[in-house]
């Protein structure tokens, strides 16, 4: 599922939930993917990459996951 998908699901399926909790549920969203994604970069990379490859990175993980 794409990362939007996951957050549009969660708004439509937001059944009264207050502003927090739904703080809360899309900040776990973007930690889950930010970790899936550092751990992707250290098995993709060996390692940390410098700030110019980066955003590239990110365009080919998006891609590969399907985000």
């Given at each position: ?5 996951k ?26 993917f930010?970790?899936e994604?550092?751990?992707?970069i250290e ?9 110019k ?13 399907g985000?």
């Amino acid at each position: 599922m794409k990362l939007k998908e996951k957050y549009c699901d969660l708004i439509d399926n937001d059944n009264g939930f207050d502003n927090e909790l739904l703080t809360n549920k899309c900040e776990k969203i973007a930690d889950n993917f930010a970790i899936e994604f550092a751990e992707w970069i250290e098995e993709y990379q060996g390692g940390t990459p410098n700030s110019k490859i980066l955003k590239e990175l990110l365009q080919i993980y998006k891609k590969e996951k399907g985000l």
